[in-house]
């Protein structure tokens, strides 16, 4: 067993950086880049739906009815989540870029 020099860093050491400041360009091309996510998931959310809208269900056994019933259920709740979460990213940033760019201009005058 051999002890670590000094000079090596620590794996499990915590490391202080600084936090990268938001600007403009960077809350337009991130609300733009989560927005086509956004518009990406409700595609698949749209398809999803129509196809099991299409393609109904045809048993007699009422526990497989139930058991593909929620099944559908949670494939589009999770598609439609994932399409409101990138949304609502969206959203949140194209709001922060509009507040960047209303403190820059009201610093400048």
Do not use: W
Request: hydrophobic share 45%.
């Amino acid at each position: 067993m051999t002890n670590p020099t000094p000079t090596q860093p620590n794996p499990l050491s915590v490391t202080h950086e600084e936090p990268v400041q938001p600007t403009l360009m960077r809350c337009f091309m991130g609300s733009l880049i989560s927005g086509g996510f956004a518009y990406a998931c409700m595609m698949l959310t749209q398809a999803i739906a129509s196809t099991f809208a299409n393609k109904p269900i045809h048993s007699d056994n009422p526990i497989a009815v139930n058991i593909s019933a929620a099944v559908r259920t949670l494939v589009t709740g999770v598609s439609t989540l994932a399409t409101f979460i990138f949304a609502f990213a969206a959203l949140g940033l194209f709001c922060l870029g509009l507040q960047l760019l209303f403190q820059k201009i009201t610093k400048k005058s």
